[in-house]
């Protein structure tokens, strides 16, 4: 028999499906309970909406990712090894599951006028712990002195959201070879412009 527990995160894995395929503002709670295979009212037992859904599933993955910065931030690794486990951890994400990862970028990060501005803190503590990592890097001489922190960690951001949304619009996963590929010319595309 299913927990609380076990329902719950059906219910969670099911919105991420829709969310996908449907989009965030066209679905229904109806339409989570029937790909969960639940009653609707049993949605409405775990979450009071479906907004609430999707900040559930945002600030899950979100709060594992800010703990991975933070953990390399706070390794002996050089810099360039540090941003490389970010990206590699980001991009790895996509590739455990890239419908989770659409619904993150298309529904949340991208939305600035709704979930964006509504998860606006929390998406900065990203940008803070990638800046954190430069200016580490820029103070140990790793990286140019001239550097600003906030804008490459804007752009370090920007570039993986940017191959991510290309792989979403492509309609299909990306295949381990090219998720590696991407890992590693992203750190030398935005290093290449850091390094001293």
Request: net charge negative; with cysteine; hydrophobic share 45%.
């Amino acid at each position: 028999m299913a927990t609380a527990t076990d329902r719950r995160r059906q219910i969670l894995d099911a919105a991420i499906r829709v969310f996908a395929d449907q989009g965030f503002h066209t679905c229904r709670v109806s339409d989570i309970a029937d790909a969960a295979g639940v009653a609707y009212g049993l949605v409405y037992h775990y979450f009071t909406s479906k907004e609430q859904i999707l900040d559930t599933l945002f600030l899950e993955r979100w709060d594992v990712m800010l703990d991975a910065i933070a953990e390399a931030d706070a390794s002996d690794l050089r810099a360039r090894t540090k941003l490389a486990t970010v990206a590699a951890f980001i991009l790895e994400s996509y590739g455990h599951d890239p419908a989770l990862m659409k619904v993150i970028i298309v529904e949340v990060t991208r939305a600035a006028n709704s979930f964006g501005r509504t998860h606006r803190e929390k998406i900065e503590q990203a940008f803070a712990g990638v800046a954190s990592i430069v200016d580490a890097g820029r103070r140990a001489g790793e990286f140019r002195s001239g550097i600003d922190p906030t804008l490459a960690a804007q752009a370090f951001f920007g570039l993986v959201e940017q191959v991510l949304t290309t792989w979403i619009f492509a309609g299909e996963p990306r295949p381990a070879a090219e998720i590696n590929r991407a890992k590693r010319e992203i750190v030398e595309i935005i290093c290449g412009g850091l390094e001293a």
